[in-house]
């Protein structure tokens, strides 16, 4: 149970960095901010491995020079693998900020915040 617990809180670090990253896509952010995302993309994964090894073929390590995008995607779908299918499927949520619509997105009965 503790294995499930902390593969649980691995897949929520993932979908922050996700978040992250579109924060990064939507502003003038530096770039080593994507950079920072890259290397914790890696080390989650890393982590993930030692306790799901048969992902080893399936997930490889990106590059300090990937971009927010594609760092973006390899998060989503590195947590998707690990997201029981039948819980309930994640909601986006609108909410207003600072005078614009934003799309948050969160897992059920959460609140993302950025």
Known sequence: MERDR?????VNVL?????ALRYIEWNSVPEDAAK???LQYNRVLRRLRELEPAISSLFAELPETATAPVIRIATHELAAYFEDETAEPRRHHRRR????VRVDVGVAGTHGRW
């Open 15 to 19: 979908h922050r960095i996700a978040r």
């Open 36 to 38: 920072f995302c890259a």
């Open 6 to 10: 902390e593969i649980g809180k691995l």
């Open 97 to 100: 900020h600072c005078g614009r």
